[in-house]
């Protein structure tokens, strides 16, 4: 991660609202989760729910985590206040997670959110133009480009290798693109960057079967090592199935559901059911994808889902209650 040199004492002028309300939020003194989950709940317009499937909880376990921030503030008499210009950069971290985490919500069902996430993230560069803070920008534009082919006419998602290259939105592509080599060119190296460096690879295939997977599994060697989690480790396995074969990918994503990780994350199972739909092991696959659907709360995720169990024979039934843990 590189590290934010200190800024001269300048005037600053956050006259955008919302920005200004967000890094006001994001608080050094608060917990760093408590400060996302609090932003995105009262600044962004978020539900506890939408908040809490971010960080991967549970509705009431993050409604707590927020009234513990709030009981903080109060006690400690943190004032809401508009930070000094030296205090910005030492935020920027937590406020390039809520832009992020705004822009992943909108990404399927309320693209109102993705182009407000898109608008911050081109005033956060404007303001601190930071390699992540490019990074994140060129992410949410090279995502957002696929807008048009992310859903097809029932509303089920659509798989990238099935997407309809030709309707993406090449100028996006090419700002994203640009971006990239921006950041890339300061040699400051960060997860953002790393992410939408894996992003320009997918975007510059004119094919699925173009796509250059030793490079995406490089860049995700390295986001790994200077980023570890399960999930980040999940979509490296999905990169090295697609190099090397769905049997070496499936054995890494079976050794983090073994350790415990990802049990409760929808795309972890969703992952593991098409390695074993392509391997054709379909009696093993059924099973793995109606974890998923279990798991799964957004609507064109679960319609693709469903598509999947259909195609191999078996039909989903809703359950009434929640699924065990």
């Known amino acids: 991660m590189e590290v934010i040199q200190e800024l001269p004492e300048e005037p600053h002028d956050l006259v955008d609202d919302r920005l200004r309300l967000i890094f006001t939020c994001c608080h050094p003194a608060l917990n760093p989760d408590a400060q996302v989950a609090m932003t995105l709940r009262e600044i962004c317009g978020l539900t506890t729910e939408q908040v809490a499937a971010a960080f991967l909880t549970n509705p009431p376990t993050l409604a707590q ?26 935020r920027l971290a937590t406020v390039l997670h809520v ?26 560069v404007e303001l601190l133009p930071e390699p992540e803070a490019i990074g994140l920008l060129a992410l949410m534009l090279l995502h957002d480009a696929r807008r048009a082919t992310r859903t097809n006419a029932t509303g089920a998602l659509v798989p990238l290798e099935e997407q309809d290259r030709s309707q993406w939105n090449r100028a996006q592509i090419d700002d994203g693109i640009a971006l990239v080599e921006r950041a890339f060119a300061s040699r400051q190296v960060g997860p953002y960057l790393l992410q939408a460096a894996i992003a320009a690879v997918h975007a510059d295939a004119r094919t699925s079967t173009e796509t250059d997977w030793s490079e995406i599994v490089g860049l995700y060697d390295v986001l790994l090592r200077i980023d570890p989690s399960p999930v980040i480790e999940l979509n490296r396995a999905a990169a090295i199935a697609m190099r090397d074969g769905p049997e070496h990918g499936l054995a890494l994503i079976d050794t983090i559901l073994a350790r415990g990780d990802l049990q409760e994350y929808h795309l972890a199972h969703a992952a593991r ?15 793995a994808y109606t974890r998923a659907l279990q798991l799964s709360t957004e609507e064109p995720e679960r319609r693709l889902l469903e598509r999947r169990l259909k195609e191999l024979g078996q039909s989903f039934v809703k359950q009434t209650t929640p699924p065990p843990g």
Do not use: C, H, M, S
Request: cysteine-free; glycine content about 4%.
């Open 65 to 90: 985590r927020i009234v513990r921030a709030k009981t903080k503030i109060r006690d400690a008499k943190i004032p809401y206040e508009i930070p000094e210009r030296r205090d910005l950069a030492e």
């Open 99 to 124: 832009v992020y985490l705004v822009f992943n919500q909108g990404y399927f069902t309320r693209p109102d959110l993705a182009v407000e996430a898109i608008r911050l993230g081109r005033l956060l």
């Open 273 to 287: 059911a098409d390695l074993l739909r392509r391997l054709g092991r379909k009696a093993e696959a059924i099973p």
